[in-house]
């Protein structure tokens, strides 16, 4: 079956840029995160999304990072005014609850801010 | 907080030479502690879950182990195809996201 999707692959944007990164997550999973991961560096948490409920945001590491998800499916990262310190590999995961079971992770999206 | 600490960082071996890549984590309450193949330009792939101690899980040539304070990946007879970063990952009671070490880099040579 269809795995978790993302797009673009590769993103290059200029500092101050803004950038919306995508997450199509497997179909009938009700749980999509969102992790960076950064050179050198382990997977970041950055946000959650069970259901209708509200995000857990508690990740994010800045005010300019926001996600939404419309419709309990589809997911879009948006970065506002890139910074250089951004550059990383996102990547999204989605799974069948958000207690216990295992998250299926996508290719992720690669963004390199100049 | 929880913390998570791989160890080695790297590891080399020639192919069939059996090894075992450690996991060490600290966390309130464990729900589950996870394992992940990464090859290079790709997304994390799904190995193994462990919910207890005691508790061990197998899948070809690798086989997952859990303590109260650590886990273990055995690779047996390793191939060339096994070379990957490995991640170990851990959830707690109380939430959903999975905090995770940095990974051991493994190469296989033929």
């Known amino acids: 079956g269809a795995g978790v999707s993302q797009s673009p692959s590769n993103k290059v944007t200029e500092k101050g840029k803004d950038v919306e990164l995508r997450c199509d997550p497997i179909?009938?999973?009700?749980?999509l995160y969102w992790y960076r991961q950064s050179l050198g560096q382990g997977l970041e948490f950055l946000i959650y999304?069970?259901?209708?409920?509200?995000?857990?945001k508690s990740g994010l590491p800045s005010d300019r990072f926001s996600a939404e998800r419309t419709g309990g499916s589809v997911s879009t990262l948006t970065i506002q005014r890139t910074q250089q310190e951004d550059s990383a590999v996102y990547l999204c995961?989605?799974?069948?609850?958000?207690?216990?079971?295992?998250?299926?992770f996508g290719p992720g999206t690669r963004l390199t801010v100049l | 907080e929880d913390q998570v600490t791989q160890s080695p960082e790297a590891l080399r071996l020639q192919e069939g030479e059996s090894s075992s890549l450690n996991c060490s984590y600290t966390?309130?309450?464990?729900?589950?502690l996870f394992w992940y193949r990464q090859d290079p330009g790709k997304g994390p792939e799904f190995l193994f879950t462990?919910?207890?101690a005691g508790e061990e899980k197998e899948k070809e040539r690798l086989k997952a182990t859990l303590t109260k304070k650590e886990s273990f990946l055995h690779i047996t007879a390793p191939k060339p195809e096994d070379s990957a970063t490995y991640l170990c990952?851990?959830?707690?009671?109380?939430?959903?996201?999975?905090?995770f070490g940095e990974g051991t880099q493994l190469t296989v040579n033929p």
């Open positions: 995961a989605s799974s069948l609850e958000s207690i216990g079971n295992e998250q299926f």
């Open positions: 179909s009938g999973h009700t749980a």
């Open positions: 999304f069970q259901g209708n409920s509200a995000p857990d």
């Open positions: 966390v309130s309450g464990l729900r589950g």
């Open positions: 462990l919910y207890s």
């Open positions: 990952a851990v959830k707690e009671t109380s939430g959903s996201r999975l905090t």
